[in-house]
């Protein structure tokens, strides 16, 4: 060998690429795993002990009321100090239009606070 470093099968340019295509999967299974886990957690979930007022920004729609025991699915809390809901309505006998809309989360939200008295 006379003093000189023998040239392996993982040295130099392999041994780069080896780590860097070992890196890249390793992201990518992160990533994988990751999206995988947020789909399978539970969603949180509110059961209205007291009736809520709801009512839309349109001025000719008059307030409503969901009922006790209407379960709010938690969606996104705002640091302007509102937490957004969704609420799943089953709706039968009634042949509601649906179209698409230009932006892709187009929402007209309503707002919602529990009724004077019974709270």
Known sequence: MNGQKRVGRFTGRWNRWLF???LVLGVVMG???TLLC???SKPLVHRLKAPLQ???SDPASPPSTLPVGTHLYFDQAYPEGFVR???YV???????ESKEVSERFWLDP????PLKGLQ
């Open 20 to 22: 860097a295509s070992t």
């Open 31 to 33: 990533c994988c795993g």
């Open 54 to 56: 709801i009512w839309s």
């Open 85 to 87: 809901f969704k609420v």
């Open 110 to 113: 309503l707002s919602a606070q």
């Open 90 to 96: 089953n709706v039968e006998g009634v042949l509601l």
């Open 38 to 40: 947020q789909r399978q």
